[in-house]
């Protein structure tokens, strides 16, 4: 079967139907895969980019000195801290994994990882135990913004930076920042889990607890560039090709200021927390029409930028983990693909029609994710505009997976997110189920473009949508409310309060004559040269 046929025939398909294809269809994949594994490459010297990391270093060189692109996290650790023990810690994770030890260098006109033999890092800590002990935290958030926006060099390195701030004799927040090119989101939860286990090792005068890595980073990108080739990459474009062909390249989103001719990915994040019921009552409804929560709110958000700009063609970007093989589960580095969704808002859908197409949409794409992101770009020859990013402006992201306390040789971790006050997209709306089954949508958004006041807007309007979505799923979509009654209220009583009392009830010449007696000499008329 084509790559297209296959695209057809799942959109016909009833959720549970398309489902059990789906999977047939990634079986008979990894059937067809060769080699089975991964292999290790010869000699240990310097290797080819992966696909993503020859984006990133493009993006690097041009635009030099940007933070867009660091990947900053922090840990609370709070207990008796042994500094020496947890430096060392990093250090055995910097050689355990050699793509903390890397670098990039130009070999000629091609960029190159440049793998260090050994490389370590100390750890410096910065006392807050002057501050006043209410601002602390406080600036203990400054300093790890402050950290998370100072620029890498990738030709120098290192690419991965931890410092420590002591609040009091226990307790002590970890700062942690790595660039892109050598890391994801995933690898930071990786780096978190090794990170404890070498600490309690190092505590214990242990060597490391861990396993060997199967592979190493450049192992995999030698690899992504043999395995992409041929007839496999051949039905990879052809799907994506055609998913996209004639797609808008611009979401014209209303926007507070101009669009810059170049971004500065200046960015900022504003967060609501949704009522628990409205949740409640989502996945009702996803148990019924037999799609995920993922499925549901990606179908509401489209609908709330159908709405704000009137186009009905409408493409976001999603985030996967592109960690499709064993091998690479347990690595630190930089796999994350990205995929373009599209969606065909015409015709007036129901909501339930909507998350029909929604979901065949994303299995579809799901099924095809091994495209890097990197190649469809350059495989669709679009033209570029240095002022917005090409295919999707807009990002959605799910997480279902509650922030983890970790309690080990005597320390409770928590952890914190940290933004650099960047973005690389318009907007990036991350929906989060809490572990109290608390759920908060932080939408990051380019404030070049945007105010604080209108996000708070749209976040106000994206739950607004969700509420009529779990009451009306049956509604149409450009029927569904939108306003919160606090803009109804204004609109339609405040704003529309428009009565007036008259005196009398005489016919409306005799305001005239009362006004004409009142000035006669003042000019009632002007036509051409008569007054």
Do not use: C
Not at 70 to 89: C, I, M, T, W, Y
Not at 113 to 135: D, H, K, M, R, Y
Not at 280 to 307: D, N, P, Q
């Amino acid at each position: 079967m084509s790559t297209s046929e296959q695209s057809e025939r799942l959109k016909k398909l009833s959720p549970a139907k398309r489902a059990l294809l789906i999977q047939a269809l990634q079986k008979e994949a990894a059937r067809d895969k060769q080699p089975e594994t991964i292999p290790r490459r010869e000699g240990q010297g310097n290797a080819p980019l992966s696909f993503a990391q020859q984006r990133m270093w493009l993006i690097d060189r041009l635009e030099s000195g940007s933070v867009a692109y660091n990947v900053p996290f922090a840990v609370h650790l709070k207990g008796r801290l042994d500094v020496a023990a947890f430096e060392q810690s990093i250090n055995r994770i910097i050689e355990r994994h050699e793509v903390l030890r890397t670098t990039f260098e130009l070999d000629g006109d091609q960029p190159t990882q440049v793998i260090a033999a050994a490389l370590a890092l100390s750890v410096p800590v910065l006392s807050l135990e002057e501050t006043p002990a209410g601002q602390r935290e406080e600036e203990a958030r400054r300093l790890a913004a402050e950290e998370a926006r100072r620029p890498f060099n990738l030709m120098k390195g290192p690419l991965l930076r931890v410092a420590l701030l002591r609040l009091e004799e226990q307790d002590y927040v970890a700062l942690i920042t790595m660039h892109h090119i050598v890391s994801d989101g995933w690898s930071d939860a990786i780096f978190i889990q090794e990170m404890v286990a070498l600490y309690e090792a190092a505590l214990a005068g242990r060597p490391s607890p861990l396993p060997e890595l199967p592979i190493q980073y450049a192992d995999f990108a030698i690899w992504q560039r043999e395995r992409l080739q041929g007839e496999s990459l051949r039905d990879l474009l052809a799907f994506w090709k055609e998913e996209l062909a004639g797609a808008a390249p611009l979401l014209e989103l209303p926007t507070d200021y101009p669009r810059p001719p170049a971004p500065t990915h200046q960015g900022a994040i504003e967060s609501r927390v949704f009522p628990k019921p409205v949740y409640e009552a989502l996945r009702a409804l996803s148990r019924e029409a037999g799609v995920t929560m993922f499925v549901i709110l990606l179908a509401v958000f489209k609908t709330l930028l159908y709405r704000y700009t009137g186009q009905s063609d409408v493409v976001v970007g999603t985030p996967v983990a592109n960690r499709t093989r064993l091998e690479t589960e347990g690595l630190i580095g930089f796999f994350l693909n990205t995929l373009a969704l599209r969606t065909d808002l015409s015709g007036n859908p129901t909501f339930r029609q909507l998350l029909e197409h929604v979901q065949a949409t994303t299995l579809a794409a799901q099924a095809h994710q091994d495209l890097p992101f990197e190649l469809l770009v350059e495989s669709l020859g679009l033209e570029r505009n240095l002022s917005y990013a090409p295919i999707f402006q807009v990002l959605f992201v799910y997480q279902n997976k509650p922030v983890e306390k970790l309690e080990r040789a005597g320390l409770a971790l928590t952890s914190i997110e940290v933004h650099s006050g960047t973005s690389k997209s318009d907007l990036n709306l991350v929906v989060v189920e809490g572990a109290d089954d608390q759920h908060t949508a932080n939408l990051e958004y380019n404030t070049d473009l945007f105010d604080a006041a209108t996000i708070q807007r749209l976040l106000a309007h994206f739950e607004t949508l969700l509420t009529a979505v779990a009451a009306r799923p049956d509604q149409r979509i450009a029927e569904l409310p939108l306003l919160t009654r606090a803009e109804e209220h204004q609109l339609l009583r405040l704003w529309n309060n428009t009565a007036t009392s008259y005196p009398d009830q005489r016919g409306l010449h005799h305001p005239f004559e009362t006004q004409a007696a009142t000035t006669p000499d003042a000019i009632a008329l002007v036509f051409e040269a008569e007054s």
